[in-house]
Structure formats: structure tokens, C-alpha cells
């Protein structure tokens, strides 16, 4: 079982949201924190425990993880991975909503949101991340606990061959199931489900 949570809130309540990636390396504002927390008491109530777990190497992910390693005393200590680090949005970083849709229109963006596929101008490695994520499911046993962003998580589904719906992304504070069973078959049961 591969557990996959984007970070908490980075944005406090009324300010517009922005497109934050690799190069913009913000902490969780109090509400990503407890978002963080709410998944950690879930996870533990849950009765999860996790043989392994992997973080990107931002502060917002890591932060969220150690919130939730705080409910489960048993868990191993998270290690960072390089491979789970957000995309760079090149000439959108750090702009906002309004600002990149201007750029790259509403197709550009649906087609990242459906199907992963990158805008013009983004630096996102799809094919290289498929593979880290491929090699992820097939080498690891499980339970394990994976901590990104929302750019980086998508490619799990990619790789797994599976599909959420309408929408990749996962909601701050939210995550995603995926089983693979012996004969390596994945299977979805959550995604974008906060606590």
C-alpha cells in the first residue's frame, strides 16, 4: 500500500494563491500545519503503519510529514527523496492564477490537471518521474508513506496506469491510496480525500 499526501496550506486564508514549485520553497501557514496533524491522527486512528517513508526535500512537505510521524511513534524516521521534489513552472513560478492562465490559456491548463501533461515553459521531466515512481511501486513492500506536491504526486497515477476521474490533482492536506497485490496489479481506492 503507497499512501501519497501533498503538503499542507501554503497560502494564508485571502491571499491569492500562487503556483509554487521547486524553486519557491515556502513553510505551511498554521491551517497547513493542522492540516498536517488532521492527517496524522486519521493515519493513526486508522491503525496505519508505515514500513517506510519518503518526503520531498521542501520545507512544506517535510513539515507535514513530521506532523504526521508525531501520531505514529513506530514509524521510521522519513528520508528525503530527490525524485519527489514539486515541478519548476519556469516563467509561471511563483505567479499567480490569473496571471498563468493569461500565459498559457485554460487547454494548457486543463490538459496538466487530466492528463499531465505539461504547459509550455514548465520543467517537469515526466518521463524520468513515471520511472522513479515505477521503480518506487514495484521495489518497495509497503505500507509506505510518500510526502510531495501536487505536481509531483500526479505522476503516481501516470505510472501506476490509473486514473482519479476528471482531476489528478490532490487538495492541500489531502492524499491518495494506491495497492499493488502480488501479481503487481495496482489498484486506486482514494485520492484527493482529506481527513
Not at 487538495?171 to 485520492?191: K, Q
Amino acid at each position: 500500500m503507497f499512501v501519497i499526501v501533498r503538503h499542507g496550506n501554503t497560502f494564508e486564508n485571502g491571499e491569492p494563491s500562487r503556483r509554487v514549485g521547486a524553486r519557491t520553497d515556502l513553510p505551511l501557514t498554521a491551517a497547513g500545519l493542522a492540516q498536517a496533524r488532521a492527517l496524522g491522527a486519521h493515519f493513526a486512528a486508522q491503525g496505519l503503519a508505515f514500513e517506510q517513508v519518503l518526503v520531498s526535500p521542501l520545507t512544506r512537505t517535510c513539515q507535514t510529514a513530521a506532523e504526521i510521524l508525531d501520531h505514529m511513534p513506530q514509524a521510521p524516521e522519513a528520508q528525503v527523496a530527490e525524485w519527489l521534489r514539486e515541478i519548476d513552472h519556469g516563467p509561471d513560478e511563483n505567479a499567480t492564477e490569473d496571471v498563468v492562465l493569461a500565459r498559457i490559456g485554460t487547454e494548457a491548463l486543463a490538459a496538466w490537471d487530466e492528463h499531465a501533461v505539461p504547459p509550455p515553459g514548465w520543467r517537469v521531466d515526466g518521463k524520468a518521474r513515471i520511472a522513479a515512481w515505477r521503480d518506487h511501486f514495484l521495489s518497495t513492500r509497503g505500507p509506505a508513506l510518500l510526502v510531495t506536491s501536487n505536481g509531483a504526486a500526479r505522476f503516481a497515477l501516470v505510472a501506476a496506469g490509473l486514473s482519479a476521474g476528471s482531476s489528478m490533482k490532490l487538495p492541500t492536506g489531502g492524499y491518495g491510496v494506491i495497492h499493488r497485490d502480488e501479481g503487481m496489479t495496482m489498484t486506486l481506492t482514494e485520492w484527493g480525500r482529506r481527513p
